[in-house]
């Protein structure tokens, strides 16, 4: 006998057609899981690259504040140091310039307490009289109403 025609001693699932289409299929199916692996591994990177340049921002941040509040102290100190050391020579350079010197002997007044009596409450002390610039003016206040 002769042999069969091969294409009788194959199912038809297992053509020659059926099985390029099967292996054609699955390559397609293996790069399209690739290409979305690919992407997937893409996004993550530049979700990762982003994170670290914000973490990488906020520490420079916390860096730079840090050192402006070390400025700002060291100003301060500086300011201080400026207004107890270097005002007083350009003060004194001054005054020598306007002719006024230290004094060469310094003279002490210690006052005594009162007495008793001057610590009188002051509903019991008559009325001060008027200064002479006021007991003038109210003479004049007096000759422009008329009155002798």
Same mark, same amino acid.
């Given at each position: 006998?002769?042999?069969?025609?091969?294409?009788?001693?194959?199912?038809?699932?297992? +053509?020659?057609?059926? #099985?390029?289409?099967?292996? +054609?299929?699955?390559?397609?199916?293996?790069?399209?899981? /690739? !290409?979305?692996?690919?992407?997937?591994?893409?996004?993550?990177? /530049?979700?990762?690259?982003?994170?670290?340049?914000?973490?990488?921002?906020?520490?420079?941040?916390?860096? #730079?504040?840090? &050192?402006?509040?070390?400025?700002?102290?060291?100003? &301060?100190?500086?300011?201080?140091? #400026?207004?107890?050391?270097?005002?007083?020579?350009?003060?004194?350079?001054?005054?020598?310039?306007?002719? /006024?010197?230290?004094?060469?002997?310094?003279?002490? /007044? +210690? !006052?005594?307490? #009162?007495?008793?009596?001057?610590?009188?409450?002051?509903?019991?002390?008559?009325?001060?009289?008027?200064?002479?610039?006021?007991?003038?003016?109210?003479?004049?206040?007096?000759?422009?109403?008329?009155?002798?």
């Amino acid at each position: 006998m002769d042999r069969p025609i091969g294409i009788i001693n194959r199912p038809l699932w297992r +053509s020659a057609p059926a #099985l390029e289409t099967a292996s +054609s299929v699955r390559w397609q199916t293996w790069i399209g899981l /690739l !290409v979305a692996l690919f992407l997937l591994a893409l996004v993550g990177w /530049l979700h990762l690259e982003q994170k670290a340049t914000i973490t990488a921002a906020r520490a420079e941040i916390r860096a #730079l504040e840090q &050192r402006q509040i070390e400025l700002e102290r060291e100003t &301060r100190e500086l300011q201080a140091l #400026l207004a107890t050391q270097g005002a007083i020579e350009p003060m004194m350079r001054r005054a020598e310039a306007l002719g /006024l010197r230290p004094p060469e002997r310094i003279v002490t /007044l +210690s !006052v005594s307490p #009162l007495p008793a009596a001057a610590t009188a409450p002051a509903s019991q002390t008559q009325p001060a009289a008027a200064p002479p610039a006021l007991a003038w003016m109210s003479r004049v206040q007096d000759w422009l109403r008329g009155s002798p």
